[in-house]
């Protein structure tokens, strides 16, 4: 009996090793390997600047300085400013507002800010007209420049081009005579660029042929309001972590008519056919029959304080 018990065990555990001989050892107290798992830092997102978009011209009212435009099946209004860069696609040559006729193709970069209007309006950065057949230009503003062995490096603010030239491209300035070169090109300057070839990378990486320059318009409002600031015996001023901008000394200095109603606390801005209404502590800014948004104005000592993009948006 013994001697069949011994061979009965004998043959389940020759059945054991040849059933599992496939399977992993497994040792007790042993802890099973981990895979550590780096993961990337996420890209840093950068905040649009402003917004492109491809459009047909529905009409333009003179008198408001407004273009009404078709995207895709929404209209939108573009207001039209002194310094809107308008170009012609086929040239790179100045154009003219007042000459889009109904159902010309444009590309258009206009602000992120809207009124909350039907439709809604927005402040026109840059207008390429003539885009029918396509075009080979491009807007952008300057977020950084570098110089290295191969030439000049430019990215933009909203993250979508990198430039590389040397100093041989083709650099013409908007709307003046001045002789530019590419060590004129600044942080914050507005570039239109002509290339026909740009990679699919995000940001898109192109070789430019020619380059308009548009110089940033901001940085000379905000020295003349310096010099404004000083002799009014005001000066800018920090809330929330946004600057602040004294309201009347900035308005009147780009030529509008200010009036306080101390009882609604709330101040009028008008010029020409253009009127802006705000309310102390208030974020929405009646923008003649339509709103938009900041943050809301301060009154400090008795002086009425604006956000200073603001101040741009009004110049």
């Given at each position: 009996?013994?001697?069949?018990?011994?061979?009965?065990?004998?043959?389940?555990?020759?059945?054991?090793?040849?059933?599992?001989?496939?399977?992993?050892?497994?040792?007790?107290?042993?802890?099973?390997?981990?895979?550590?798992?780096?993961?990337?830092?996420?890209?840093?997102?950068?905040?649009?600047?402003?917004?492109?978009?491809?459009?047909?011209?529905?009409?333009?009212?003179?008198?408001?300085?407004?273009?009404?435009?078709?995207?895709?099946?929404?209209?939108?209004?573009?207001?039209?400013?002194?310094?809107?860069?308008?170009?012609?696609?086929?040239?790179?040559?100045?154009?003219?507002?007042?000459?889009?006729?109904?159902?010309?193709?444009?590309?258009?970069?206009?602000?992120?800010?809207?009124?909350?209007?039907?439709?809604?309006?927005?402040?026109?950065?840059?207008?390429?007209?003539?885009?029918?057949?396509?075009?080979?230009?491009?807007?952008?503003?300057?977020?950084?420049?570098?110089?290295?062995?191969?030439?000049y490096t430019v990215t933009d603010t909203n993250g979508n081009y990198i430039l590389n030239?040397?100093?041989?491209?083709?650099?013409?300035?908007?709307?003046?005579?001045?002789?530019?070169?590419?060590?004129?090109?600044?942080?914050?300057?507005?570039?239109?660029?002509?290339?026909?070839?740009?990679?699919?990378?995000?940001?898109?990486?192109?070789?430019?042929?020619?380059?308009?320059?548009?110089?940033?318009?901001?940085?000379?409002?905000?020295?003349?309001?310096?010099?404004?600031?000083?002799?009014?015996?005001?000066?800018?001023?920090?809330?929330?972590?946004?600057?602040?901008?004294?309201?009347?000394?900035?308005?009147?200095?780009?030529?509008?008519?200010?009036?306080?109603?101390?009882?609604?606390?709330?101040?009028?801005?008008?010029?020409e056919n253009r009127s802006y209404t705000l309310t102390i502590g208030q974020e929405d800014?009646?923008?003649?029959?339509?709103?938009?948004?900041?943050?809301?104005?301060?009154?400090?000592?008795?002086?009425?304080?604006?956000p200073i993009d603001f101040v741009k948006t009004i110049r």
């Amino acid at each position: 009996m013994k001697k069949l018990l011994s061979l009965m065990a004998a043959f389940c555990m020759l059945f054991c090793l040849t059933a599992f001989a496939d399977e992993p050892l497994l040792i007790a107290n042993e802890e099973p390997a981990v895979e550590e798992i780096t993961e990337e830092p996420a890209a840093e997102m950068l905040q649009p600047s402003f917004i492109m978009i491809e459009a047909s011209v529905v009409s333009y009212d003179a008198e408001n300085t407004a273009l009404t435009v078709l995207s895709g099946e929404e209209e939108l209004v573009l207001m039209i400013a002194e310094n809107t860069v308008i170009i012609d696609a086929a040239t790179g040559i100045p154009a003219s507002v007042e000459n889009l006729s109904a159902g010309t193709k444009i590309i258009a970069y206009h602000d992120i800010m809207m009124t909350m209007s039907i439709p809604p309006q927005t402040p026109a950065l840059a207008i390429i007209t003539g885009t029918e057949n396509g075009c080979n230009r491009f807007f952008m503003e300057v977020a950084s420049i570098s110089v290295g062995e191969e030439g000049y490096t430019v990215t933009d603010t909203n993250g979508n081009y990198i430039l590389n030239f040397t100093e041989e491209v083709a650099l013409t300035p908007y709307r003046t005579r001045n002789i530019v070169t590419v060590n004129n090109i600044e942080v914050g300057d507005r570039l239109v660029f002509t290339t026909d070839i740009l990679t699919m990378s995000i940001p898109a990486v192109a070789n430019p042929s020619e380059i308009i320059l548009i110089k940033n318009a901001d940085q000379k409002l905000l020295a003349d309001l310096d010099d404004v600031f000083a002799e009014k015996n005001v000066a800018p001023t920090e809330v929330d972590g946004v600057v602040y901008l004294p309201l009347r000394a900035a308005a009147e200095f780009m030529g509008y008519t200010v009036d306080w109603n101390g009882e609604a606390m709330s101040i009028i801005l008008t010029r020409e056919n253009r009127s802006y209404t705000l309310t102390i502590g208030q974020e929405d800014y009646g923008f003649n029959r339509s709103l938009m948004y900041f943050p809301a104005p301060a009154l400090l000592d008795s002086t009425t304080f604006v956000p200073i993009d603001f101040v741009k948006t009004i110049r």
